[in-house]
């Protein structure tokens, strides 16, 4: 075989493939908005895995959010000789910090049941895998900025679609039951104001921010067989990512952990999906419905609340939490919903988050009181 045709063969993989041909360490993209993923070389696609760079950290948050059931891949990266400081009990990050998280989903004809526990994998085995989105939180000199990609169905590329996009969805698992069964949706990708509305906190002038790469939600360890099960602060601080040590930090408590109190998973779990817009400087901040473990008193959690203006989303429902009457809370009826004017969370899911439910559903019945 001629040098030529090695050479001709060898760049037609890396057309196809732009990814397995990659082995740079990222680029921090300050002005550019690259039109691909692969620009950004934080992965590489060798021997069919989707695989982090070794500059990158995997990552894990103490509280993963619900998006529909979908498996997530999260990583850190900071540019070689930067570092990140402890500011009033969160992390400051530098210029040129990138934190991504792929959204995928096990295959129709995995022989392994989908479950909805994200499985915490460091790599993806795209035989058994199918990748849906890359959404990358960038830190310029301005400040953060996002970027939701797209996969292609070939999986060798993510394209940038400022205006999101849409794909239809097709699970097969036991989820919060024993029995096998099939959901059939629409999966949205966010649109870049739509990042925003979730990752700015204070409103209207804030700016955007990490909800998961923080102090609290970095603390705990990875609670997986496939991410390091030591605080991933620690591990930050052995990449000299850290200015501090921060052993003083409490740990967020995850709403999936089993063997905590109930009121505390479900105040962990309003905290993780309600808290970025239901907090006193939230863009829901005028509903009065304070979500973000800060709440004081009960009423403020929305126990015997009557709504602001929730118009039919309240589903003709008297008050926010009724003790021991789920079926008559207006935050629970929202959260069964999957009507556009009726869901909460309003942005990020198309189907009923069970488990959610389940676990809010048992922490009102047992709350004690009346309205």
Not at 81 to 107: C, H, M, N, W
Not at 162 to 176: M, Q, W
Not at 230 to 247: N, P
Not at 310 to 336: K, T, W
Request: aromatic residues 8%.
């Amino acid at each position: 075989m001629t040098a030529a045709i090695v050479r001709s063969l060898i760049m037609g993989a890396c057309f196809t493939i732009v990814y397995a041909c990659s082995e740079s360490p990222p680029v921090f993209h300050d002005t550019e908005r690259p039109l691909r993923l692969s620009d950004w070389k934080l992965f590489t696609i060798t021997d069919g895995e989707f695989v982090p760079s070794q500059a990158s950290l995997v990552f894990r948050p103490a509280n993963q959010l619900f998006t529909d059931y979908a498996h997530k891949l999260r990583t850190l990266w900071l540019p070689a000789g930067a570092q990140a400081k402890i500011v009033e009990d969160e992390i400051d990050y530098p210029v040129g910090t990138i934190l991504s998280k792929t959204f995928y989903y096990p295959r129709a004809s995995s022989t392994e049941l989908l479950n909805s526990s994200d499985a915490g994998l460091d790599k993806i085995l795209l035989a058994e895998n199918q990748l849906i989105e890359t959404r990358l939180l960038v830190r310029k000199e301005t400040g953060w900025d996002a970027f939701p990609y797209v996969w292609n169905d070939q999986q060798s590329e993510a394209f940038l679609r400022v205006a999101g996009a849409s794909k239809s969805i097709s699970l097969s698992g036991n989820f919060d039951s024993s029995a096998n069964e099939s959901l059939n949706f629409t999966y949205f990708v966010p649109n870049e104001n739509q990042c925003s509305g979730c990752h700015t906190t204070v409103h209207p002038d804030g700016d955007m921010h990490p909800l998961g790469a923080i102090l609290s939600q970095l603390h705990s360890g990875g609670s997986s067989n496939n991410i390091a099960s030591e605080s991933q602060l620690d591990r930050m601080l052995a990449r000299g990512w850290l200015s501090e040590t921060v052993a003083s930090t409490e740990s967020a408590e995850s709403w999936q952990n089993q063997s905590a109190a109930v009121d505390q998973r479900a105040l962990a779990y309003l905290n993780i999906h309600c808290g970025h817009c239901h907090n006193p400087n939230g863009a829901a901040d005028t509903s009065g419905l304070i979500l973000d473990g800060s709440q004081a008193p009960a009423v403020s959690m929305g126990v015997c609340k009557p709504p602001v203006a929730a118009g039919g989303g309240a589903g003709d429902l008297q008050y926010g939490i009724v003790p021991g009457h789920p079926e008559q809370s207006i935050l629970l009826y929202r959260m069964q919903s999957i009507e556009p004017d009726e869901m909460m969370p309003e942005l990020g899911r198309s189907l009923v988050h069970r488990e959610g439910v389940n676990l809010i559903k048992r922490w009102i019945a047992e709350m004690p009181g009346n309205c």
